[in-house]
């Protein structure tokens, strides 16, 4: 059954949150799910057992209060990682990976076993440069598996203000957004040249935008509105370039 993995290097992003609110999310509407924290800070273990919510500890298995068809499950172990997830595939509807905020092989290892990667960034170019890097993986285990194996995986945007809007983010959105490696959400900005993707993601159209029906001469004062690109937009272009 699907296995959604939570992943980037960039620690603080929200990768614990992502995971968190997608695994009580899937729970609460009814489905069986496991929650796989592979995080030596245990984040979800810790939420789990003051939530009241199951786990699986060290062999210890606890009686839930809430949530009865979620299963919080520790695996901090790199070489059993993969074991750990094909199992839990097995007997739930979904399962969701928790991964430290570093780059490691148990990050190579879980995104090798996903049906889907979600990547959390912030609106910042330091934040979407390493997202850029966690997508480089995915590709790389598309190629590894030396069969057609395509792993659907972008970024989701977090940490964003719904009253502050900085360029960076913007720039951030519409970079990703043209490779088709966005999530869209409710806070996304896309613009008329985006529309919504089939698996949630932006895409980014071809067509030329609209042409204005206002037949009024543009104005000979106006200035053009490129800017030069800045040096983390251009990071960011490098990063992605090739996905
Ligand atoms: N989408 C979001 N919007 C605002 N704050 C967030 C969001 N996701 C996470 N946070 C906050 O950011 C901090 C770090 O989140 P966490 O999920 O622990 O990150 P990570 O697991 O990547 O280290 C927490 O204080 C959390 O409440
Ligand atoms: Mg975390």
Redesign the pocket.
């Known amino acids: 059954m699907p296995t959604i993995v939570v992943a980037?290097p960039?620690?603080?992003?929200?990768?614990?949150?992502?995971a968190n609110i997608l695994m009580t999310s899937l729970a609460r509407r009814g489905a069986s799910v496991i929650g796989v924290d592979a995080d030596l800070n245990r984040?979800q273990i810790k939420w789990a057992k003051r939530a009241g919510v199951r786990t699986l500890s060290d062999q210890r298995q606890s009686a839930p209060t809430v949530l009865s068809s979620l299963t919080v499950i520790e695996e901090t172990g790199e070489k059993s990682l993969i074991a750990t997830i094909e199992a839990a595939a097995a007997r739930t509807q979904f399962v969701v990976v928790?991964l430290e905020?570093i780059a490691s092989q148990a990050a190579t290892f879980a995104i090798s076993q996903a049906d889907m990667v979600i990547i959390?960034c912030g609106p910042s170019y330091l934040d979407a440069t390493e997202a850029a890097a966690v997508l480089r993986v995915v590709t790389a285990c598309e190629k590894m598996a030396r069969r057609p194996l395509h792993i659907p995986a972008a970024v989701l945007l977090?940490?964003t203000s719904p009253a502050v809007r900085p360029d960076t983010l913007g720039e951030v959105e519409r970079q990703f957004a043209a490779h088709k490696r966005l999530y869209m959400t409710a806070g996304c900005k896309c613009g008329p040249h985006m529309r919504p993707y089939s698996a949630g993601a932006c895409r980014y159209t071809t067509s030329a935008p609209e042409k204005s029906t206002n037949s009024t001469p543009p104005s000979k004062t106006r200035k053009p509105s490129w800017r030069k690109p800045s040096a983390g937009s251009t990071m960011l272009r490098l990063a992605l370039k090739g996905l």
């Open positions: 980037s960039k620690g603080g992003v929200g990768n614990s949150t992502t984040p928790d905020g959390p977090t940490k």
